[in-house]
C-alpha cells in the first residue's frame, strides 16, 4: 500500500470469509348499438390505446451477509472434495479461461473456510490429488496471512463503491509490461492487486487516504507516478513496480514488499498467492474472480459489484 497506518483496509478486505453448513389490461370497447334503430355506419376503428411506458430501474446491490449465502461444507472431507472438485477446472486447459473466474469465487469461499480451521489445513491437502495441492496452499496461506494483518475492525461498511474489474487479459497484460519495464514479477503486482482492492473493485480511498487500485498515498503517487493516473490501472500497476524496483525487489523482493506495506503478513500472504499465479497462470483467472467481503464489527458481507455506499 506504500502507506503507514493504513493496515486496516487490508485486514478488512478479506481474502474470503468463512461460512460452512452449521457453522448458513384490456383497452375500453365501444358501447353497444341501440334495437330501435339501425346502426349507423361503423366510425373507423381507433388505434389501440398505449399505456404509458414505465421502466423501474432494477434495485440497487446491498451488502449480503455471509450468513444468507449458499453454505460450503463443514467437515474436512467435504471440503477436500469440494476443493478438488473446483480446482481440477480452474488448473485444467481445456476450461475456456472465461469460465475460470466463475470457479474463483467459489474457490475464495472453500479456501477462506479451511483457512479458518487450520488443524484442517494438512489432512485436506493430502486428500486433494498431488497437482492441487501446492496451489491451494499457497491460496491457503495468503488467505491467513492477510487476515492476520494487524489493524481495527470497522464499525461500519467502508464508503466504498464495488464496481467491475477491467478484463482479465487486460490487467495481465498491465502486469506484464511493467515487469519487462522493471524486473518485478508480474505475479507479484497482481497479487498486490488482489490483495488491495480486488483487482481495482474496491473505488475510494484507504482509511489513512491511499488512493487507486493499488492504493497509493498522494506522497508515494508523487515521486513513483510519472505523471500518471492514480485511478488509472495501467498506471497505478507501472508505479507499484518502480517502487519495489526503487527498494531494491531485484536483490530482496521480501524486503521491498514490506516497504509497500510494513507487514510480515502482508509480505507473506503476497507471496503466497503470487507462488501459485507462478506455478499455473490460470490461477490469476481464478483469483480475478474472487469477489469482495469485508469484516466489521456487525458481521462480515459480501459486497456485490455496483454497490455503493450511501452518501
Known amino acids: 500500500m506504500t502507506r503507514a497506518g493504513a493496515a486496516g483496509a487490508v485486514a478488512a478486505v478479506l ?25 349507423p355506419s361503423a366510425p373507423p376503428a381507433a388505434p389501440p390505446m398505449t399505456a404509458a411506458t414505465t421502466t423501474t430501474a432494477p434495485p440497487a446491490p446491498v451488502p449480503v451477509p455471509v450468513a444468507a449465502l449458499p453454505a460450503v461444507p463443514a467437515t474436512p472431507a467435504g471440503l477436500a472434495a469440494a476443493l478438488a472438485a473446483t480446482e481440477a477446472p480452474i488448473h485444467d486447459p481445456a476450461t475456456p479461461v472465461a469460465s475460470v473466474p466463475a470457479l474463483g469465487a467459489t474457490e475464495q469461499r472453500l479456501v477462506a473456510t479451511l483457512s479458518a480451521h487450520p488443524v484442517w489445513v494438512p489432512g485436506v491437502l493430502a486428500a486433494l490429488p498431488a497437482p492441487l495441492r501446492a496451489g491451494v496452499g499457497d491460496a491457503v496461506t495468503g488467505d491467513a496471512e492477510l487476515s492476520a494483518v ?22 495481465l497484460a498491465d502486469y506484464q509490461r511493467a515487469q519487462a519495464a ?7 503486482l497482481a497479487a498486490i492487486n488482489l490483495v488491495e482492492t480486488r483487482m481495482g473493485r474496491i473505488v475510494g480511498p484507504s482509511s489513512a487516504g491511499a488512493q487507486g487500485p493499488m492504493q497509493f498515498l498522494p506522497s508515494t503517487w508523487a515521486e513513483y507516478g510519472a505523471g500518471g493516473d492514480v485511478h488509472d490501472a495501467g498506471d497505478a500497476i507501472a508505479a507499484a513496480a518502480r517502487f519495489l524496483r ?3 525487489a531485484a536483490g530482496d523482493l521480501s524486503a521491498a514488499l514490506y516497504r509497500y506495506d510494513p507487514s510480515g503478513h502482508y509480505v507473506r500472504g503476497v507471496l503466497a498467492y503470487a507462488a501459485a499465479m507462478a506455478a499455473d497462470t490460470r490461477a490469476f483467472y481464478g483469483f480475478y474472480g474472487w469477489r469482495v467481503y469485508v469484516a466489521t464489527t456487525a458481521g462480515t458481507f459480501l459486497l456485490p459489484e455496483g454497490f455503493t455506499h450511501p452518501a
Open 15 to 39: 481474502a474470503g470469509a468463512v461460512w460452512c453448513a452449521g457453522c448458513s389490461g384490456g383497452r375500453p370497447t365501444a358501447p353497444l348499438a341501440s334495437s330501435a334503430a339501425p346502426a
Open 150 to 171: 494487524p489493524g481495527p475492525t470497522p464499525t461500519a461498511i467502508p464508503p466504498w463503491t464495488i464496481a467491475p474489474p477491467l478484463p482479465a487479459a487486460q490487467l
Open 182 to 188: 522493471t524486473g518485478v514479477p508480474w505475479t507479484v
Open 246 to 248: 526503487a527498494n531494491g
